[in-house]
């Protein structure tokens, strides 16, 4: 059974740092692209990231491009999301997902990922 399990969320003033990891368990994750959406209550989930499976290829939402960075330790069976210069707009809850498709082609699209962590809240204040 594959698991995904994301942290470090929390709660942060605007223009600080936040790391999120996500550690999957259950399968590798070397074959896999990663992804990072985000949901606010209300609205669909959004795409924030994504990497391919050898870490060489990222793509971001323009919302959050030059602020969040996406990597990956495939030894560790983890993947990351450093997101700095924060903003009260990036509060939302935080969920990694696992494209299982072995594609090479980034996803967009939450519904085309296979697999999701349970979230992490992420609280950005003014």
């Known amino acids: 059974q594959v698991q995904l399990v994301e942290s470090g969320g929390g709660l942060v003033q605007a223009g600080g740092s936040l790391r999120l990891s996500c550690v999957v368990s259950?399968?590798?994750?070397?074959?896999?692209?990663m992804g990072w959406f985000r949901q606010v209550p209300g609205k669909e989930r959004e795409f924030v990231a994504a990497i391919t499976w050898d870490g060489v290829r990222t793509t971001y939402a323009d919302s959050v491009k030059g602020r969040f960075t996406a990597t990956r330790d495939n030894a560790k069976n983890t993947v990351y999301l450093q997101m700095n210069s924060l903003k009260p707009e990036d509060t939302a809850v935080y969920y990694c997902?696992?494209?299982?498709?072995?594609?090479?082609?980034?996803?967009?699209?939450?519904?085309?990922?296979?697999?999701w962590g349970q979230g992490t809240q992420v609280t950005v204040s003014a």
């Open positions: 997902a696992a494209d299982m498709s072995q594609s090479y082609t980034i996803r967009h699209l939450w519904a085309l990922y296979d697999y």
């Open positions: 259950g399968r590798t994750i070397r074959n896999y692209a």
